[in-house]
């Protein structure tokens, strides 16, 4: 909601289902960005076109879609509040460079199929960061992403 959809609110691959018609989910008082550079950890940029939405959100919803914020808006970052978690995922996202503690958390799970190692990981890395005091900004989209073409129905395969 934060960045605008012009279809209708989005949630991200990997959000629980049963907390999708939970405003409470949605309605968190961002954190102020007065938080210091050295604890930004990951800057998770969003992509327009075919964005990392749930694939219940394309079973059951318009894509492509767009965010409405634009490259050129003043639109500030979204720095969640600590121990706010939300699942991100490996496309368009920055990790901070030169800290080993951080760029260790970049290795994907193998234990889970390719389409949810990245979210897994989301998670791990989040649990991490609320123990190290480090954070994980959202930015407006910067790409466009097309999707490679795969049946949304066989998610197990």
């Not at 970049?106 to 199929?113: A, D, E, N, Q, S």
């Not at 049946?151 to 197990?156: G, I, V």
Request: charged fraction near 20%.
């Amino acid at each position: 909601m934060y960045f605008g959809v012009n279809e209708t609110i989005s949630w991200p691959r990997g959000f629980p289902l049963d907390h999708i018609l939970n405003k409470d989910a949605y309605n968190f008082k961002t954190c102020p960005n007065k938080v210091p550079l050295q604890n930004i950890a990951i800057i998770q940029s969003l992509a327009n076109k075919q964005p990392d939405v749930d694939g219940m959100y394309r079973l059951t919803r318009k894509t492509p879609f767009d965010f409405t914020s634009k490259i050129d808006d003043d639109l500030k970052n979204l720095v969640l509040p600590q121990n706010t978690f939300t699942p991100f995922n490996a496309q368009a996202t920055l990790w901070k460079g030169g800290d080993l503690d951080v760029l260790a958390l970049m290795l994907l799970p193998t234990t889970v199929h390719g389409r949810v190692s990245d979210i897994w990981r989301s998670y791990f890395v989040q649990w991490v960061f609320k123990h190290t005091n480090k954070r994980i900004v959202f930015s407006k989209a910067y790409i466009v992403q097309d999707r490679n073409v795969h049946n949304y129905w066989c998610f197990w395969l």
